[in-house]
């Protein structure tokens, strides 16, 4: 009887934690997987800081700036130091990438993702502000974020064997044009050998950085003295 009853439990605690195991196995480790409309993708960041440009206006008195956030461990390029906008040349004003490491699980064509910021209050900048830089046609689509109205345009532009997969937001804030370009750079999947390296899937990249993207505020301040 007794020994009956030992395997009775024996039982009870397997079946416990074999379902255990299927629950953890179906819901994954937290700290590697951030969910998404398109499924999972394995870059998660753990923490943010905050990206901020000030600027004062002799003019009206006014200081403005604007800031966004983004993941802690991301690389951040300044001034000359950035790239990946189509406004002026010269106007890039921060580069926010992913981290080298990101996206290395398997072997694939990614070569970067990063969000760019540029600016300028350049008369033909401003003019054209809210022309396609690669079509020459009106941006019409429409994205508002924190209160503020984008023109929004898809660009890609391939050379070299590589493609560069872009998604160009602009606005005018206080006279000055500002763009923000969310870019994906790949390699050309056909030069390499079949089956050597898989095709990235840019749907991976660009929902953090669409993330950061709408932390972007602009706000204004008059002058105190």
Partial sequence: MEN???KTI???ILTI???G???LAKKGPSNTTVGNQQGDYRYAPLDWK???DQYYSKETGEFFSYRLSYPRDFDVYRMGGASGGFLVPGS???QIKFPED???DKKTNFGEAYISVSESKAANAVASCFIDPQTGDAMTKKETINELNFLETDVTDAGAGNIYTSRVYRTIFQG????LTLTVHTSNIYNYDPGTVTEFDKNLAFPLLEKIFRTVNFNTSVNPD
């Fill in 21 to 23: 195991i299927i629950f």
């Fill in 92 to 94: 890039e004003r921060v």
């Fill in 50 to 52: 905050i990206w901020e």
């Fill in 17 to 19: 934690v074999l379902f």
């Fill in 176 to 179: 000055l044009c500002y763009e």
């Fill in 4 to 6: 009956k009853n030992f």
């Fill in 102 to 104: 990101a996206f290395q």
């Fill in 10 to 12: 024996g039982l009870i």
